[in-house]
């Protein structure tokens, strides 16, 4: 197959400006069942300001890695699903830019891990991601 048919699409994309998650994790902060609902948000135009409201998730990258060596940090730029005639499902989507470390290990001293924006060329690469990879 040619270049060209890989990226031919004719059908309906729809776009979403957040999405909901449910997290199953017993904690104080969840209760003692343990749900959660949080809102990953990406809207251009937040409460009608010209400032738009970029949420950053957690993408895993490597199943096979623990914590921060397995992800990778994202900005979600926009949410979108379309229907894949071959698998016969709708596939959820998100358009994002990615975040890289800064540093082989973590900060010394916060032991947190430093990241920068991925910038190529001059340029903040986006690539498309199936929402299932968000942790």
């Known amino acids: 197959m040619d270049y060209e048919q890989w990226i031919a699409f004719n059908g309906k994309i729809d776009v979403f400006h957040s999405a909901v998650v449910n997290i199953h994790a017993p904690s104080d ?26 949420d950053n998730v957690f993408v895993v990258t490597d199943d096979n890695r623990c914590g921060m060596e397995g992800m990778l940090i994202a900005c979600i730029h926009l949410f979108f699903s379309y229907y894949d005639e071959y698998l016969q499902m ?9 975040f890289v470390p800064a540093d082989e290990v973590p900060d010394e001293v916060t032991g947190t891990w430093t990241v920068k924006p991925e ?15 968000i942790a």
């Open 119 to 133: 910038v190529i060329a001059g340029q903040k690469p986006l690539q498309v991601i199936h929402l299932e990879a």
């Open 29 to 54: 902060e969840c209760g003692p069942h343990g749900m959660r609902r949080e809102y990953i948000r990406s809207h251009p135009s937040w409460y009608g300001t010209c400032m738009p409201w970029r």
């Open 90 to 98: 709708t596939v959820p989507c998100a358009l994002v830019n990615w």
